[in-house]
């Protein structure tokens, strides 16, 4: 396990450097100078003053020079500071990111704990009026575009019923949690909504499988509850499959959900990345991109991890058994 | 089981909804403004952003600006200096060379927002800081060329002298004064770093940064800002207990927020796209003030004149001939951006009638296009004697879906006149930041520029302003268009200062300008403003200069 756990440790390191220069290459190659884009709207900017930013910012080094620069920077614990907001980038970051945590971590919970039930439902039942409702609501969830669910639940529950707040992360000058679920309930319903459909399939699927095992028919013969063959034997191995798209899912969790940050006006990571991107914040984009990097790398050892408890037939022995 | 599930899950809803109660309606001493745009910082003279200066503009007064009747002012001065006050004096420089000095008097009850007066000192400070080749200023150009030195008289008056006696000498709209007894400490530690360490950026709610009518109480990044009455404020008292500026970036969203009564009015400055305005006045009209500014954003084509086909004035002059601007702008716009006819706007107190237009005239695009050689069609689209095709490309913003409407309907209607326009649109940051900058686009690109009342277009007319290689791209005459006369009278414009003088050379500048069509006018921009029944006040001006530089006038109605 210790071996797995350094071998897996050391690729991760190597991923996220060679993901570190990858993007410090994209974001210079992208059109559009970010001194040039400063001095856009000063059309008394001269020639002078384009090459005096550009020294300042360091834009006037070459690649390498600047990217093994910020390295020596970051491996030392400084990320440097944003060009956009003149502010350190851990200032800007951690804020979003827990705005983001909050409102996906809020939806990844709703959607498994109806689509854990209501996968297993359908697949107990399948073909029926009930199962084929499900999969109607499954694939309307899926198919339906991100922007016109957040509008629609916007127009329905704040603007029509004046139930709920638009958009915003909570009142002005609210600090407690109570003020703000309010304004928790519309983005995350967005989301879970559009997501609710595919692990209701997944689901579904896998445990459809399941059920047709012989350890199940044999649990059925020995006399076990039909509660307890569902939810303890099948559902335990169906998981498998579903924790591999959650650990997927996971990395989504730090760069946000740009769709639904924007529509709610929810300052998250999503919006952080493509504004960092647009911008060409660099500094800003490298981190936050490493961050998305990070937790995907995280997310997939955790579901490593999680199959060893799921199912003990898994192991970490590199020996070839 | 299923069905009580949902029933019961929907009561909680209900219930939890109840009990958390519905978002309150605004109180009117509080005023909720509905923006697409979040300042991503909040220096004064950092960086240049509509968002920014609209909130900034509640909180903080530059020396002079434009009012809504595009004259200049004095906000934070006493009196616009002027040469028959005596208060500006053009004088030789020791290097033999003409400038302008001139004299500006702090008001005597500006104070800063702990107390502290705003004096000279502030003024020197500022200056010292905008100079520096390591502040991170984008206009450096004003503090490190422009003005030659300043003098501190006493505690409140101060001369500036300018390196040029330019006619717009009262000016100094960006010079935007800074706190010296909060921000010099952090400056003189590292200049190089200050841009990231001023207390604007480390200490947004510090009260001593602001001195306007609002200061900034409260900042939610990306989400919202706060401004609170400044209690230093020696103006007018402002009305509201409590502005919050909030930022919601989706167009539709914002619009949801704003029947949902969580936004009180979006302003034009920043806030919906004129096509949406249109939709939203027919439906919901009636509950709002809705009403249009147009302003300075000229909005039109772009000419490439090393294209052979347009470096042929007759070819320009056809294509201006034939599309129908005003069937465009009643189609599209509801009439609401009146078509442009000149680079200065109507509105623009140096505009000067008596210009050739273009209007709508296909016979006589047709003729031109003959005259210049295009003359045979085939399959509809017009060839000169050496077979060639008279095809265009067209360019703007990809994803901007008001510039893409209209880009469809020229290429109609220039097909009509047998002008072949293929579409090839690119994300803004490419457009502006390679493909317009380094004039690589073939023929004609749409888009928009912005300028302040009186500007003199000189980047973008003068021949010395063509982006090129050898001077590392500078400039904005994208065009190519290079006119001796127009050089003149670009230059001219600067220094001639005489009144009738200054307006015989505007007046050439348009005539030249109509005449020889580097670009193709379309439409001045108008902002559209959302305002509820109960404000008044808000005066948009049309300009850079944002409506907030007087928002001590707004107030609920009584």
Redesign the interface.
């Known amino acids: 396990m210790t071996r797995f756990l350094a071998s897996r440790l050391l690729q991760a390191l190597v991923v996220l450097l060679l993901m570190s220069f990858v993007i410090t290459v994209l974001m210079t190659l992208?059109?559009?100078?970010p001194v040039?884009?400063?001095?856009?709207?000063?059309?008394?900017?001269?020639?002078a003053?384009?090459?005096?930013?550009k020294a300042?910012y360091g834009l006037d080094k070459p690649l390498l020079d600047r990217y093994w620069h910020w390295l020596q920077a970051a491996l030392m614990g400084d990320f440097g500071?944003s060009r956009?907001?003149?502010?350190?980038v851990l200032t800007?970051l951690l804020?979003?990111l827990g705005n983001t945590l909050l409102l996906l971590g809020a939806a990844m919970a709703l959607t498994l704990a109806v689509a854990l039930p209501l996968g297993v439902?359908a697949a107990r039942r399948p073909y029926g009026w009930?199962d084929n409702a499900i999969n109607l609501f499954c694939f309307a969830g899926i198919s339906v575009p991100a922007?016109w669910l957040?509008?629609l639940l916007?127009?329905l529950?704040?603007?029509e019923l004046?139930?709920?707040?638009?958009?915003?992360?909570g009142?002005?000058?609210g600090e407690g949690w109570?003020e703000r679920?309010?304004y928790l309930?519309l983005p995350v319903a967005s989301l879970t909504l559009a997501s609710i459909g595919g692990y209701t399939r997944y689901v579904r699927a896998a445990m459809m499988g399941e059920l047709r095992q012989d350890y199940i028919r044999t649990a059925r013969a020995k006399g076990l509850g039909e509660g307890r063959v569902v939810w303890r034997h099948a559902l335990r191995n169906a998981t498998i499959p579903i924790v591999t798209i959650v650990a997927l899912e996971f990395g989504a969790l730090f760069s946000g959900a740009l769709v639904t940050e924007?529509?709610?006006?929810w300052?998250g990571m999503g919006?952080?990345i493509y504004?960092s991107i647009?911008?060409?914040d660099l500094n800003v984009a490298l981190v936050a991109l490493l961050f998305a990097t990070l937790t995907t790398l995280a997310g997939n050892l955790l579901a490593d991890a999680a199959y060893a408890g799921l199912d003990p037939r898994i192991s970490f022995k590199g020996d070839g058994a | 089981m299923?069905t009580g599930l949902a029933r019961t899950g929907i009561a909680a809803?209900?219930l939890?909804?109840?009990l958390?109660?519905?978002?309150a309606l605004a109180a009117k001493d509080e005023l909720v403004i509905g923006m697409t745009q979040f300042p991503?910082?909040w220096?004064p003279s950092?960086?240049?952003?509509m968002a920014k200066s609209y909130v900034l503009s509640m909180a903080r007064r530059p020396f002079t600006a434009y009012d809504p009747d595009w004259r200049l002012t004095c906000l934070l001065c006493t009196e616009l200096p002027a040469l028959d006050k005596g208060t500006a004096e053009v004088e030789t420089r020791a290097d033999g060379k003409k400038g302008i000095k001139v004299t500006y008097t702090i008001n005597p009850k500006a104070t800063w927002g702990d107390g502290t007066p705003v004096t000279t000192e502030d003024v020197l400070f500022t200056w010292t800081v905008g100079k520096h080749?390591?502040s991170?200023y984008?206009?450096?150009?004003?503090f490190a060329r422009d003005i030659v030195a300043i003098d501190a008289k006493d505690e409140r008056t101060f001369t500036i002298h300018r390196d040029k006696a330019v006619c717009s000498y009262a000016e100094i709209n960006d010079f935007e004064v800074l706190p010296a007894h909060l921000e010099r400490a952090v400056f003189e530690a590292d200049p190089?770093t200050y841009?990231?360490r001023?207390k604007y950026?480390?200490d947004t709610t510090n009260p001593g940064l602001w001195f306007g009518p609002y200061r900034i109480a409260?900042v939610?990044?990306?989400?919202?800002v706060?401004l609170e009455p400044n209690p230093t404020w020696w103006g007018a008292k402002p009305a509201f207990k409590?502005v919050?500026v909030?930022?919601?970036?989706?167009t539709?969203?914002l619009e949801?927020?704003l029947?949902?009564?969580?936004v009180d009015m979006v302003p034009g400055e920043t806030g919906l796209p004129l096509d949406q305005v249109l939709a939203f006045e027919k439906r919901h009209g009636s509950r709002y003030n809705v009403f249009y500014k147009p302003g300075l954003f000229f909005e039109h084509v772009e000419l490439n004149l090393d294209n052979p086909a347009l470096a042929d004035v007759r070819v320009r002059r056809a294509l201006l001939h034939a599309i129908d601007r005003e069937a465009i702008s009643k189609q599209l716009y509801d009439g609401r951006q009146p078509v442009a006819h000149n680079e200065i706007s109507p509105l623009d107190r140096v505009h000067a009638p008596g210009y050739p237009t273009y209007a709508f005239d296909p016979a006589l695009a047709g003729r031109l296009l003959d005259e210049a050689g295009w003359s045979e069609r085939r399959a509809g689209v017009r060839h000169n004697a050496k077979g060639e095709r008279l095809s265009l490309e067209i360019m703007t913003t990809a994803g901007n879906r008001s510039r893409e409407v209209l880009q469809q309907v020229l290429q109609a209607q220039w097909r009509q006149a047998g002008i072949e326009v293929r579409i090839v649109n690119e994300p803004a940051?490419?457009l502006?930041?390679?493909?317009l900058?380094k004039r690589r686009f073939k023929s004609m690109a749409l888009f928009a520029w912005?300028s302040a009342p009186e500007n003199i277009p000189r980047?973008?007319l003068h021949s010395s302003m063509i982006p090129t290689e050898a001077?590392?791209?500078?400039g904005?005459n994208y065009t190519g268009y290079r006119n001796p006369e127009m050089d003149k009278v670009l230059e001219d414009l600067e220094h001639v200062c005489e009144p009738d003088a200054n307006r015989a050379l505007w007046a050439k500048l348009q005539t030249l300008y109509a005449r020889d069509l580097p670009n193709l006018p379309l439409f001045f921009r108008a902002d559209p403003f959302i305002l509820p029944p109960w404000l008044e006040g808000v005066v948009p001006t049309g300009h850079l200069d944002s409506s907030t530089l007087w928002i001590e006038t707004w107030k609920a109605k009584e």
């Open positions: 992208m059109p559009g100078d040039d884009m400063m001095l856009a709207g000063n059309p008394r900017a001269t020639p003053d384009a090459a005096r930013l300042l500071f956009l907001y003149a502010q350190p800007i804020p979003r439902y009930a922007f957040a509008l916007i127009l529950f704040a603007v004046q139930w709920l707040p638009a958009s915003g992360l009142p002005v000058g109570w679920l309010p309930v924007t529509m709610f006006a300052p919006k952080l504004d647009m911008g060409n | 299923q809803l209900t939890a909804a109840a958390i109660g519905t978002p991503s910082n220096h950092m960086e240049a952003m080749p390591q991170g984008s206009n450096f150009d004003l190089a841009r990231n001023s950026e480390t409260q939610e990044p990306g989400s919202h706060v409590r919050i909030k930022s919601i970036e989706n539709a969203a949801a927020n029947l949902a009564g969580q940051r490419v502006f930041g390679e493909t900058e912005i980047t973008i001077n590392n791209w500078a904005q």
